[in-house]
């Protein structure tokens, strides 16, 4: 079964914290997407990670690529509050196959 | 400017009054897909297109259809909605070139049906 797991699916944390959001998806691929969405917004591309060992940062968020592991993390470095939204992670499970789709993590950041 | 248009962004409606809601790509792209999000229900594929005259069902394709005459263009369409297909729909598209298939979405249609 294709499928993908996040964890955590809600996670409520402080400004200044760190905190990772793991992905972990069932069959071998090394192609993995990282989207965001905030509230009543559509989702927009944050990483695409294409091999293994891939790493893509961008201001406090960091996202890597473990193909054998079948794990892709996204790391958040001191949050702020403008972090606050729900993250996704897809992957792709072969050539000239669509995306799969985590269940998403609603990420809120306290102040 | 690259992008997913969807129309209306917003609608209102009773129950078997059949709607279409429109998505358009302006990218070239082979692959487009409609999705519908429900709190707690993560995304959820209602129908998809590899190409032009190809569509397939998603997880949730009861009550929807869909076609694909144009490659820019893959309407949704509700012969006769219901109040559980009130819900936040996003279309959205790919180049699914074999070496990167990242998706591009649409703005999102909230549709209430009472």
């Known amino acids: 079964e294709l499928k993908v797991e996040q964890n955590p699916l809600f996670l409520s944390m402080q400004e200044g914290k760190n905190y990772t959001i793991y992905c972990n998806y069932s069959?071998?691929?090394?192609?993995l997407y990282w989207y965001r969405q905030d509230p009543g917004k559509s989702l927009e591309s944050l990483f695409v990670?294409?091999?293994n060992g891939a790493v893509k940062q961008e201001g406090r968020l960091m996202a890597s690529l473990d193909t054998k592991a079948r794990l892709s993390t996204l790391h958040i470095t001191a949050a702020v509050h403008d972090l606050s939204a729900t993250y996704f992670c897809?992957?792709?499970?072969?050539?000239?196959?669509?995306?799969?789709w985590g269940a998403g993590t609603k990420l809120i950041i306290k102040p | 400017e690259a992008q997913v248009t969807q129309n209306p962004r917003y609608l209102i409606t009773v129950t078997g009054k059949k709607l279409t809601v429109t998505c358009s790509q302006n990218m070239n792209h082979e692959y487009m897909s409609w999705y519908r999000q429900d709190p707690g229900l993560g995304l959820r594929q209602i129908y998809y297109s590899m190409n032009v005259e190809v569509t397939d069902k998603g997880d949730v394709p009861e009550g929807y259809k869909v076609s694909r005459k144009e490659k820019r263009n893959f309407p949704l369409i509700l012969e006769s909605p219901s109040p559980n297909q009130t819900s936040l729909y996003f279309c959205?598209?790919?180049?699914?070139?074999?070496?990167?298939?990242?998706?591009?979405f649409g703005p999102g249609t909230r549709l209430t049906v009472l």
């Open positions: 897809a992957f792709e499970p072969g050539s000239n196959y669509q995306l799969i």
């Open positions: 069959t071998t691929s090394d192609r």
């Open positions: 959205a598209s790919s180049p699914f070139t074999g070496t990167r298939n990242e998706q591009f």
């Open positions: 990670l294409l091999s």
